[in-house]
T-cell receptor, first 115, second 113 residues
Framework: EADIYQTPRYLVIGTGKKITLECSQT?????MYWYQQDPGMELHLIHY???????EKGDLSSESTVSRIRTEHFPLTLESARPSHTSQYLCASSESSGGNTGELFFGEGSRLTVL | GDSVTQMEGPVTLSEEAFLTINCTYTATGYPSLFWYVQYPGEGLQLLLK?????DKGSNKGFEATYRKETTSFHLEKGSVQVSDSAVYFCALSYSGSARQLTFGSGTQLTVLP
């Protein structure tokens, strides 16, 4: 049973709209991540966070922004969506360094389509 | 830097066939190695892992052995089922690292009845 939740699972919106993808985890993990998955399946890290008030950009440049005001919550926002933002977005979390084996726990993903 | 290379897919097998998905890595240190599976329409789930050389990870009939001498972590299953159809990702990470996983590009497996 998943302890990391993403909403919405599917979203179809028009160009120029602002959207927020929600991600919440109940495991008390300090570290959280957003990955973008392209149609070829490859995963690209776009944002990550070490903990509250900590956010960093990942390997793939993204026009999205993230915030980490609470440990359990790591939303991703697009201020003005474009068709190029159409993708699958996966949220993940992991334990802090002390208990960290490197394993990530993933949500089920949010599939965004921008028309 | 670190990298993970997976065999290119897609891979199509008949039910009960033997499966091998190759994975090799380049790493500057001594990483942990992982196989994740993504079923259609879902997120990734950890399938198995190995944290040091010569360790064997196993789960649901799948196995992979951490081979430091060949820098490999090939995924194997003796008899695949239709329900194994999914995308498989090889990955590495370092315990305590803030950046976490480096993923391979994924291999699509389709098992036909």
């Amino acid at each position: 049973e998943a302890d990391i939740y993403q909403t919405p699972r599917y979203l179809v919106i028009g160009t120029g709209k602002k959207i927020t993808l929600e991600c919440s985890q109940t495991m008390g993990h300090d570290k959280m991540y957003w990955y973008q998955q392209d149609p070829g399946m490859e995963l690209h890290l776009i944002h990550y966070s070490y903990g509250v008030n900590s956010t960093e950009k990942g390997d793939l440049s993204s026009e999205s922004t993230v915030s980490r005001i609470r440990t359990e919550h790591f939303p991703l926002t697009l201020e003005s969506a474009r068709p190029s933002h159409t993708s699958q977005y996966l949220c993940a979390s992991s334990e802090s360094s002390g208990g960290n084996t490197g394993e990530l726990f993933f949500g089920e993903g949010s599939r965004l389509t921008v028309l | 830097g670190d990298s993970v290379t997976q065999m290119e897919g897609p891979v199509t097998l008949s039910e009960e066939a033997f499966l091998t998905i190759n994975c090799t890595y380049t790493a500057t240190g001594y990483p942990s190695l992982f196989w994740y599976v993504q079923y259609p329409g879902e997120g990734l789930q950890l399938l198995l892992k190995a944290t040091k050389a010569d360790d064997k990870g196993s789960n649901k009939g799948f196995e992979a052995t951490y081979r430091k001498e060949t820098t490999s972590f090939h995924l194997e299953k003796g008899s695949v089922q239709v329900s194994d159809s999914a995308v498989y990702f090889c990955a590495l990470s370092y315990s305590g690292s803030a950046r976490q996983l480096t993923f391979g590009s994924g291999t699509q497996l389709t098992v036909l009845p």
